[in-house]
């Protein structure tokens, strides 16, 4: 018997998910709830830091050199980040900005299945990550979030553009 490749690729997805929960829930039981937001938060920005860095590797794209990067690969580089996890995504990529729409989250799946998402602040979460990965990728960049899983939105939704 052997397990197929989608399966495989399932139970990956699966795992990412679980291994972050049980170990969040570890930190929360032995330190407390803030100590392990904390850490939680900056695991996640390095996470992001370091996928990003191989996938522009692997793409040839130049992040963090100091260059404005067209919003068509920032809009590229934060799909593929997202869809590592089983997050479902899209990016529609204007002239000025990336209207960047999380359509379906496995997180905020897990945390309502486990009756948790009104104890963890997912929005201020996500906004954090979120406005990490963009540094990495180009300093210049600005975003708001204008829809909301946890505010009862249909999805969650940043206007990703370039700062003032």
Not at 77 to 103: N, P
Not at 115 to 142: M, S, Y
Request: a negative charge.
């Amino acid at each position: 018997m052997q397990a197929e490749r989608e399966e495989i690729e399932e139970l990956r997805l699966g795992a990412l998910t679980a291994i972050d929960g049980l170990w969040f829930m570890e930190v929360e039981k032995r330190f407390g709830f803030e100590a392990a937001l904390d850490l939680d938060l900056e695991v996640w920005k390095a996470y992001g830091r370091v996928l990003l860095k191989r996938l522009a590797r692997m793409k040839g794209i130049a992040i963090g050199d100091g260059r404005p990067m067209d919003l068509e690969t920032v809009n590229f580089l934060l799909e593929t980040l997202c869809r590592v996890d089983g997050t479902e995504c899209e990016g529609e990529v204007g002239e000025r900005a990336i209207v960047f729409r999380v359509l379906r989250c496995s997180w905020w799946d897990n945390l309502s299945r486990s009756g948790r998402e009104k104890h963890v602040p997912c929005e201020f979460v996500d906004n954090t990550i979120f406005r990490d990965w963009l540094q990495a990728v180009d300093p210049g960049l600005a975003f708001e979030i204008t829809r909301s899983l946890p505010r009862g939105d249909a999805h969650c939704e940043w206007v990703i553009s370039r700062g003032p």
